[in-house]
């Protein structure tokens, strides 16, 4: 039973990590082309995260994870690529393999081009890939999900609105002004993976100061992600982004099933603005 637990709380604490880590600053737009100028990151940033998790009553590190976003080519023209890895150490995998590697590519106007997710769960891994075609005054969706034994499954999907991935959702978004905005702040958000497109919303919550695992404190945006379950809207994570026109997510706090988890930043190179935010 205790193992059980831990594989459960090991799992949904990667997905809220991917999925809030990668959610900042999301907006729903009804652009065809779903294009958004880039203000926030440019070619060759670096950004690199301490996850824990709480076991019995103690906080226990349970590994890393890191991000690394370079312009790059897709299918012949000029287009962003990014990466993200999360690794759970050799404590943590005595009772939960964590191992995940996530790929996308969008256009320089922050349009989605393409999204995989390879994630390996204890002894259970799966491939998810996502295509864009943008036609017809919307977007077309080619969705895959593969398993272990070699199958897969295939939909098609279209849509009027705007549609994001767990990766693309983070390129795009972070380019987003949140000046205006009030406590209780609700931004709806279409997330598409290898099966589905789901639901979930950004809670806005206000200011605080946050010190992260390089020992400097940073003046952040704090948001809540809500997934719906039940027919209700459910706080998964809070998170603090950076409070200047990088945005880049400092901590995360992870609300799970079996316990709570965290991840804080370590370590941030190649951002594109100057970091205005640290507090002394």
Known sequence: ???????????????TIVALFLCVFSTHTASAQCTFKNTAFKGGEFLSYNLYYNWKFVWVKAGTASMYTVQSHYKGKDAFRASLTTR???????MFVLRDT????????????????????????????????YKNGGVALTQRRMYKDGTSKTINNFREDCVYDMLNIFLRARSFNPEGWQ???????????????????????GKSTVKADNNKKYRCLELSYMEKEDGKYK????????????????????????????????????????VNCLVK
């Open 235 to 274: 706080e998964i994570v809070r998170f603090y982004v950076t409070d200047d026109d990088n945005h880049i997510p400092i901590r995360l706090d992870m609300f799970l099933r079996f316990g709570s988890a965290k991840a804080f930043l370590t370590n941030m190179r190649g951002n594109r603005n100057p």
């Open 88 to 94: 759970g150490n050799d404590k943590v995998d005595e």
């Open 102 to 133: 996530l790929l996308c590519y969008s256009t320089l106007d922050m349009a989605p081009l393409y999204f995989r997710k390879g994630a390996r769960e204890g002894s259970r891994y799966t491939v998810d890939e996502v295509w864009y075609n």
């Open 183 to 205: 406590k209780g702040h609700v931004v709806n958000i279409p997330i598409a993976d290898g099966n589905s497109i789901d639901p979930a919303q950004l809670r806005y919550r």
């Open 1 to 15: 039973m205790k193992t059980n637990r831990s594989n459960i709380m090991m799992k949904r604490m990667r997905n």
